[in-house]
């Protein structure tokens, strides 16, 4: 068998960069001991890496830990505002793009209504909304990470197709990336809101589906710690299959998609039919509070379609642990509960019983999931929210050293760009 080639000096380097500043963000405040102790290397090599995170300002000295004997050890921390994410929702409705820190935290949120805008007209939108974002940053950018609905290949960010702003083959991540000279990585939005849900959520999970349901739907499968993207980038696109061979005609062509019937697009147009006038969302779901018998039968009867479509996704997958989010959700309990019921119905009993069906509860889920993309193809760090910040428990050790393995191969050049 050849052997591998030898690493050059400077891959040693970068290696050995990413260690310490992955060992320094998920573990600090923590000693230079400490860290040549978890990552196995020398405390000479550990304090040379360190002064090179000091001075490009990705790690800071924050006081003195207990002392073991001799002189109390200065303890290391990676400030959480060292680099900004700029994370990006390409939503139906509403484009929105706000700038992220590393524990990711929101710290300026701007947006612009999307849903009249097609092609050109909705680039020209997004990059708008971009410039002025970008020109109110308030430190260096590591990127800019999008969530769009849609086919994307994610390997060179291009969107091969979406069908609600007409884009086709659009390179979209190469446009952005040379009109503002950042790495951009671009992604579908129900799989990066799978990613949110992972690292945000309350519970950490190996295996995870969130399924995101607006005017279209979408699924993204976390799987082992890892989003899931199938081979062709399309995992989880389970919006445009069809469940009902003679329905209406969808906005992609084909009859009876499963968007046809469980969107948010299909509730409203069948309330415009029952009501001889257009409802908006809010309309909906406050009549449906109210308990209004017609608007339950709809909603109801999308919670089942989706139900149903789940429920496959169950007997592929197996995972426990599925999440709800979009803005049918605003329909809240009852419509969970015909989600699960017909999710009952559908999969196999020994498989339906362990299925953990929730609501997602994470605002601005798209644009922590792009931002917790983009944190970890550019800087090779797990995104994880502050442990200040809330009672989110972090995965199992095995499962964080695994990922930590994978990630150090990638390029710390990001990392020690200039501020
Ligand atoms: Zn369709």
Known sequence: MERPPKATLRETREHNEQLVLATIYDDGPVSRAEVARRTGLTRTTVSDVVERLISAGLAREVGRGPSTGGKAP?????????????GVDLGD????????????????????????????????????????????????????????????DTTDGTVVQAVKRDWRNLPLAAMVGARYGLPVYVANDSQVAALAEHVF????SANLIGVKVGLGIGAGLVLNGELFQGDGFGAGEIGHTVVEPDGEVCRCGSRGCLETVASSRAVL?????????????????????QGDPGVRR???????????????????????????????????????????????????????????LELGGI??????????????????????????????????????????EEETQQSIDAILRPA
Do not use: K, Y
């Not at 959520?201 to 950490?204: I, N, S, T, Y």
């Open 74 to 86: 200065i303890l290391l921390q990676v400030p959480d505002d060292a680099r900004l994410l700029v």
């Open 201 to 204: 959520g309350a519970v950490r």
């Open 269 to 289: 147009a069948r309330l415009q039919v029952l009501r001889g006038e257009p409802v908006s969302l809010e309309a909906a779901v406050e009549a449906f509070r």
């Open 93 to 152: 409705t509403v484009f929105r793009a706000a700038t992220v820190n590393l524990r990711g935290e929101i710290l300026h949120r701007i947006e612009v209504p999307s849903e009249d805008a097609d092609g050109q007209a909705a680039l020209d939108r997004a990059l708008d909304l971009l410039d002025r974002l970008i020109s109110m940053r308030t430190g260096p950018v590591v990127g800019i990470g999008i969530g769009a609905p849609g086919l994307i």
């Open 363 to 404: 605002d601005d889920i798209v644009i922590l999931g792009a931002s917790a993309l983009l944190m970890t193809r550019e800087l090779g760090l797990n995104l994880r929210p502050s442990r200040t910040a809330g009672s989110v428990a972090s995965g199992p050790a095995d499962d964080r050293e695994r990922g930590r």
């Open 298 to 356: 709809v909603v109801l009867e999308a919670g089942s379609h989706l139900g149903a479509a789940v429920a496959g996704l169950v007997g592929a997958l197996d995972v426990h642990r599925i999440v709800l989010a979009g803005t049918m959700a605003a329909f809240g309990e009852p419509w969970l509960d015909a989600v699960r019921a017909s999710l009952r119905h559908g999969a196999l009993p020994a498989l339906a019983r362990q299925v953990r």
